[in-house]
T-cell receptor, first 113, second 113 residues
């Protein structure tokens, strides 16, 4: 099992550009999450999904969009990048029952200049 | 509104001694608590958890204590080892129907040789 994988590892964007952060998991987990981590701060939930076709907003959804067409993939879309979106982005997944433990990917470090 | 607080941003401890990390929460609905460990350039990894029906959970060198009346939990690492140098995040969830986690800001632990 590869677990949770994220691509790319690093990216630099110019203001106003768009991009998609990719996230995939091979553990057949229903729940998937996107977080951002800013320096000195905890992880803030951007969006989450409880299954294919179902997504919902977290604490900080503005400026982002998600889709969940399959159980395995949960991409995060930035439409008009802004410097405030400079952060490290983590994707996570969790099985539907038996645990509250989420399993994290390695992260994508995004810089918007 | 920060519902999970880690008020010590950093902790330095000598190898072989005890590390004590603290976490406070404000939401009385939280009933499951987790600690994650994060190395630089990696995603958080699950370390240990505790349910609100317990006041202590132990796993090898790691013990988590929960004081529900004080809305406080702590992580003890005994003995501390150089490989324990990392950022530790406290997280909480509000039961099996709340599949989201709230994270603290993290405590950076440095174990000195």
């Amino acid at each position: 099992n590869a677990g949770v994988t994220q691509t790319p590892k690093f990216r630099i964007l110019k203001i106003g550009q768009s991009m998609t952060l990719q996230c995939a998991q091979d553990m057949n987990h229903n729940y998937m999450y996107w977080y951002r981590q800013d320096p000195g701060m905890g992880l803030k939930l951007i969006y989450y999904s409880v299954g294919a076709g179902i997504t919902d907003k977290g604490e900080v959804p503005n400026g982002y969009n998600v889709s969940r067409s399959t159980t395995e993939d949960f991409p995060l879309r930035l439409e008009l990048a802004a410097p405030s979106q400079t952060s490290v982005y983590f994707c996570a997944s969790k099985p539907p029952v038996g645990t509250d433990t989420q399993y994290f990917g390695p992260g994508t470090r995004l810089t918007v200049l | 509104d920060q519902q999970v607080k880690q008020n010590s941003p950093s902790l330095s401890v000598q190898e072989g001694r005890i590390s004590i990390l603290n976490c406070d929460y404000t939401n009385s609905m939280f009933d499951y608590f987790l600690w994650y460990k994060k190395y630089p350039a990696e995603g958080p990894t699950f370390l240990i958890s505790i349910s609100s029906i317990k006041d202590k959970n132990e796993d090898g060198r790691f013990t988590v204590f929960l004081n529900k009346s004080a809305k406080h939990l702590s992580l003890h690492i005994v003995p501390s080892q150089p490989g324990d140098s990392a950022v530790y995040f406290c997280a909480a969830s509000a039961g099996s129907n709340d599949y989201k986690l709230s994270f603290g800001a993290g405590t950076t632990v440095t174990v000195r040789a």
